[in-house]
Nanobody, 128 residues
């Protein structure tokens, strides 16, 4: 059974930095690809960043390139997927979701339908 729990969000000011964490309870962390999605009010959910199972290949949507960094870290018995977010703007306000899928191809995935495990989502609000 896979469980994804996001943490680290809240309300920040434009220009601030914040690190999202996704604690992943999976039995074979090294075989999972992960992604962060977000959904702003009145908009469809969109990909933010993705990482392959090896952690050596990443994807970022254009609007976050150079500001956001996704990483995949095994810390002892705990598994985390992080999203470091810098230079936040009000346009980054959304509910952020961690997503995962078991992967056999060592690639990342950017579509919602390509992920079958999801966290509950957590709200980030960036004020100007």
């Amino acid at each position: 059974q896979v469980r994804l729990v996001e943490s680290g969000v809240g309300s920040v000011q434009a220009g601030d930095s914040l690190k999202l964490s996704c604690a992943a309870s999976v039995s074979a962390f090294s075989f999972y690809a992960f992604a962060w999605f977000r959904q702003a009010p009145g908009k469809e959910r969109e990909i933010v960043a993705a990482i392959n199972r090896g952690g050596d290949s990443t994807y970022y949507r254009d609007s976050v390139k150079g500001r956001f960094t996704i990483s995949k870290i095994k810390d002892g018995t705990k598994n985390f997927v992080y999203l470091q977010m810098n230079a936040l703007s009000p346009e980054d306000t959304a509910v952020y979701y961690c997503a995962a899928r078991l992967d056999q191809n060592a690639r990342y995935y950017v579509r919602e339908t390509q992920h079958n495990e999801w966290g509950q989502g957590t709200q980030l609000t960036v004020s100007s």
